[in-house]
T-cell receptor, first 115, second 109 residues
Framework: SQQGEEDPQALSIQEGENATMNCSYK?????LQWYRQNSGRGLVHLILIRSNEREKHSGRLRVTLDTSKKSSSLLITASRAADTASYFC???????????????FGKGTKLSVIP | DAGITQSPRHKVTETGTPVTLRCHQTENHRYMYWYRQDPGHGLRLIHYSYGVKDTDKGEVSDGYSVSRSKTEDFLLTLESATSSQTSVYFCATGTDTQYFGPGTRLTVL
């Protein structure tokens, strides 16, 4: 079953504006990650935040994690047309046993940045 | 794509035929994964491998089998393809962070 759920499903903004996407999840996690997918391509890893971290930055990306609310947000500042893509959150969970790590993906937010 | 290739990239087949998709990696990652991506469902894990000959089921494993005889290759087999298996299939490697291949678009008529 889906662990992460992104909100909104679709977002359209003007170039230069900030874009915020949210992700909620249900069970305890080791980390939460955000991936980007351009149309017709594979997913590309953007940023990982561990369960003991609250905020992380990478370039124009800012991710927050609130484990008490089981939620995360991805902020893209000063958006560009090239940021147009689908963005997925994924929760990483370890289980006991040898084959013990899995990522569970949400359904994604489709971001359109209008020039 | 972190040294991950998938073959074929596109395939059209008929219901009831067997299909094998191949994932090849050059980074010597222990973990490899097969996902399917469908509109409205996001990515769902089919099977994964945590070493040579070590595999386990994911969320949507029914109708699929996998094999990993070498570190670099992870095969996904549809024993008897059905129309519900029409999808885009992605292979990935890595642990905390996963690196994805370019995908295989499979159409089952």
């Amino acid at each position: 079953s889906q662990q992460g759920e992104e909100d909104p499903q679709a977002l359209s903004i003007q170039e230069g504006e900030n874009a915020t996407m949210n992700c909620s999840y249900k069970t305890s996690i080791n980390n939460l990650q955000w991936y980007r997918q351009n149309s017709g391509r594979g997913l590309v890893h953007l940023i990982l935040i561990r369960s003991n971290e609250r905020e992380k930055h990478s370039g124009r990306l800012r991710v927050t994690l609130d484990t008490s609310k089981k939620s995360s947000s991805l902020l893209i500042t000063a958006s560009r047309a090239a940021d147009t893509a689908s963005y997925f959150c994924a929760t990483g969970t370890s289980y006991s046993g040898a084959g013990s790590y899995q990522l569970t993906f949400g359904k994604g937010t489709k971001l359109s940045v209008i020039p | 794509d972190a040294g991950i290739t998938q073959s074929p990239r596109h395939k059209v087949t008929e219901t009831g035929t067997p299909v094998t998709l191949r994932c090849h990696q050059t980074e010597n990652h222990r973990y490899m994964y097969w996902y399917r991506q469908d509109p409205g469902h996001g990515l769902r894990l089919i099977h994964y491998s945590y070493g040579v000959k070590d595999t386990d089921k994911g969320e949507v494993s029914d109708g699929y089998s996998v094999s990993r005889s070498k570190t670099e290759d992870f095969l996904l087999t549809l024993e008897s393809a059905t129309s519900s298996q029409t999808s885009v299939y992605f292979c990935a490697t890595g642990t905390d962070t996963q690196y994805f291949g370019p995908g295989t678009r499979l159409t089952v008529l």
